[in-house]
């Protein structure tokens, strides 16, 4: 009933929060009397508060219209490639006039993000994707609201997050040759599982992945977040936070992990910063500081947006990753879409390089947790890996923001750049198709030998030792 009682909250307050931005614009129009007395800032300043407090948050744009790629202004076209019930792969096409700037368009490397299933939209990648489409082509994985996808689609479980992430890899390889994939804090772990599974089938692995962030081995350096998992059991999570969808959505009578109750969580690990926050909107709407305000703004617009996770997804991911660590142990087998069992194996990655990159302040994956892949994919040549650790970055900072701009960023592009297929090479792998592989899904493929790529210089700032500790800028 919470489900319901909530939703019925917010129905009752959504005309007030509305009610209070029309009475915030009233007292700051200047063409109202009532807007040139002493107390008419404060009072509208207040409204508007109470409107950010009381509105219904919905799913962001990405909004990425323009990029530069080597000082060219670059049109950004937003399209979905492949449409599945809980997740779209979404591509950010660039288009040029320019025939200097189209040519290298076409020589970047193609890269799947792998955004997070765990609260917010994949949106929250924004800097991410934006950043990344200077020296890339932008793939990402935009998963669904689970409130809005009927009953009639059927279940979702890790399992099918897994296969989800091998289809968009193999999706993105039958164009270009090959492909890079990105994943970002929880995706770690089942981007990891996809790879595994594709290396022991035999088939075309990914030429690099890069792991920010994420619970590969939840045990190390333990946060707030993986003691909560550890000390609650498993049929607490089942018992006190999964609900039906209400029936005013599609997905009504779907078991879920509801968005709301995520939000809370969040809010409350740090509440004191969120108060400090809105108090600040406050006194810079009575300041007249508009560019703080909007600031704000965008920050929440964002942050409360959240969606709600299909339960079967949610209470697999707490027992496989956080209370069993059957990744770590090599206990975990995942089933694929034939139906059919299958052990996953790190160590089986042989021709994916691998990039692991951790904040010195994550307060949600501690020290340590994502550079256990290192040690997992220990048959990938030393030469191929490589970690980075980034001084004073929290768990967003690895992402998004200044550092990820100047300091992740840079050793990022250049590590996909080494590991890269030669265009010519490229073209030749996506014309030419491989015999299928006998123990591979239908839609997988058994890949010719990997060519090597070509020795290039690291550009300036890329990591000149196996293991790098970046060091931000003041």
């Known amino acids: 009933m919470l489900y319901q009682l909530y939703e019925t909250q917010r129905s009752f307050m959504e005309p007030f929060a509305e009610l209070a931005q029309a009475a915030s614009k009233l007292y700051s129009n200047p063409l109202n009397p009532a807007s040139q007395t002493p107390l008419a800032q404060r009072v509208s300043a207040g409204y508007a508060l109470m409107h950010r407090l009381g509105k219904d948050y919905v799913k962001p744009e990405f909004g990425i219209r323009t990029v530069k790629v080597n000082g060219v202004d670059v049109a950004i076209h937003e399209r979905v490639e492949i449409d599945k019930p809980f997740c779209e792969l979404r591509r950010f096409k660039r288009f040029s006039d320019d025939p200097d700037t189209l040519q290298a368009l076409k020589a970047q490397p193609p890269v799947l993000i792998v955004a997070p299933l765990s609260g917010h939209y994949a949106t929250l990648l924004r800097d991410t994707v934006r950043t990344m489409l200077q020296d890339h082509k932008v793939y990402i994985t935009d998963w669904k609201n689970a409130r809005l996808v009927p009953l009639s689609d059927g279940e979702f479980h890790l399992d099918d997050y897994v296969n989800y992430v091998q289809e968009f890899i193999r999706h993105i390889q039958a164009i270009y040759g090959n492909c890079h994939v990105m994943s970002v804090c929880q995706p770690t772990v089942p981007v990891l599982a996809a790879v595994s599974l594709m290396a022991s089938r035999g088939e075309k692995t990914p030429l690099s992945m890069t792991m920010m962030g994420g619970p590969i081995d939840a045990r190390r350096s333990p946060t707030s977040v993986n003691n909560l998992a550890t000390n609650k059991s498993f049929e607490w999570f089942e018992n006190n936070v999964i609900y039906r969808v209400p ?228």
């Open 247 to 474: 029936p005013n959505f599609p997905g009504a009578g779907r078991r879920v992990y509801p968005g709301f109750l995520q939000h809370t969580g969040f809010v409350a690990m740090n509440p004191d910063r969120h108060a400090s926050s809105h108090y600040d909107y406050f006194k810079d709407l009575i300041k007249g500081d508009g560019a703080s305000a909007e600031a704000h703004r965008k920050f929440y617009d964002e942050y409360n947006a959240v969606l709600d996770m299909d339960a079967d997804y949610y209470l697999e991911t707490i027992k496989t990753v956080f209370q069993d660590f059957k990744l770590v142990h090599g206990t975990w087998d995942v089933k694929g879409v034939d139906g059919k069992l299958e052990r996953v194996r790190p160590q089986d990655i042989k021709n994916t390089a691998l990039l692991t990159v951790e904040g010195e302040l994550d307060d949600i994956s501690g020290s340590g947790q994502t550079r256990a892949a290192q040690d997992l994919c220990s048959n990938i040549p030393k030469n191929d890996r490589q970690h980075l650790e980034v001084e004073g970055a929290g768990h967003y900072g690895i992402f998004s923001g200044r550092r990820w701009r100047e300091v992740v960023y840079p050793q990022v592009t250049a590590f996909i750049r080494r590991h890269a297929l030669p265009q010519g090479a490229a073209k030749a792998a996506a014309a030419s198709p491989a015999p299928k592989s006998a123990s591979a899904p239908k839609t997988a493929s058994k890949p010719p030998r990997k060519p090597a790529a070509p020795k290039a210089a690291a550009p300036t700032g890329a990591v000149k030792t196996q293991w790098a500790k970046a060091k931000a800028k003041a």
